[in-house]
């Protein structure tokens, strides 16, 4: 399942499918990038990063890509989990001021 | 320790009361944060605070007060709300104020009446 953030702010998945996640930012300097997952009742926590010196980054399930030149991050969720289940947010930061989150996507996974 | 904490966990406060909010890390980050967030919004930035001193104020009204008493403790007073100030308020915190992962906690639930 694949999500474009701003327009399609909910993502249903079948446990066990690769989920997508998009996010769209604003500013062509900011340098680092964050995705944080957010369950309901909790605070954002973090997944995964990237720098802007780079155009993928890999963790334990989840990648990250980010193209410079359409301003544009993505979250790449390997075999989803019920657990997987939250709210998505990218974060972006531009140098020399902090970061900001963008609108958010719910990703539900169906067991 | 990679642990935020903030109390109380849920606040209900009339619209005349003065009451805190309290964050406290221990993982020697010089950099805290209060963040607004609304229902199914993204957090919004109030303060940022680094080496114990405001460095931002995204034009917060002035009925949200922020205090910084000592590197691992961050405080929010809060004096003459409105409804609309109910939301969920996250403390974080950053080894330094710009391009560093920032770790945030549980948050406080906070209803204005």
Known sequence: GESVGLHLPTLSVQEG?????????????????????QESGKGPQFIIDIRSNMDKRQGQR???LLNKTVKHLSLQIAATQPGDSAVYF?????????????????????? | DTEVTQTPKHLVM???????????????????????????????LMF??????????????????????NSSL???HLHA??????AL?????????????????????LTVT
């Open chain 2, 74 to 76: 961050l405080n929010l």
């Open chain 1, 17 to 37: 499918d690769n989920s997508i996640i998009n996010c769209a930012y604003s500013n062509s300097a900011s340098d680092y990038f964050i995705w944080y997952k």
């Open chain 2, 89 to 109: 308020y996250l403390c974080a915190s950053s080894q330094a104020s710009s391009s560093y992962e920032q770790y945030f906690g549980p948050g406080t639930r």
């Open chain 2, 48 to 69: 940022v605070y680094s080496y114990e001193k405001l460095s931002i104020n995204e034009s917060v009204p002035s009925r949200f007060s922020p205090e910084c008493p």
């Open chain 1, 90 to 111: 990218c974060a972006e930061n531009i140098p020399g001021n902090q970061f900001y989150f963008g609108t958010g996507t719910s990703l539900t996974v169906i067991p």
């Open chain 2, 14 to 44: 009339g619209m005349t009361n003065k009451k805190s909010l309290k964050c406290e890390q221990h993982m020697g980050h010089r950099a805290m944060y209060w963040y607004k967030q609304k229902a199914k919004k993204p957090p919004e």
């Open chain 2, 81 to 86: 709300l409105q409804p609309e100030d109910s």
């Open chain 1, 62 to 64: 989840v990648t990250v």
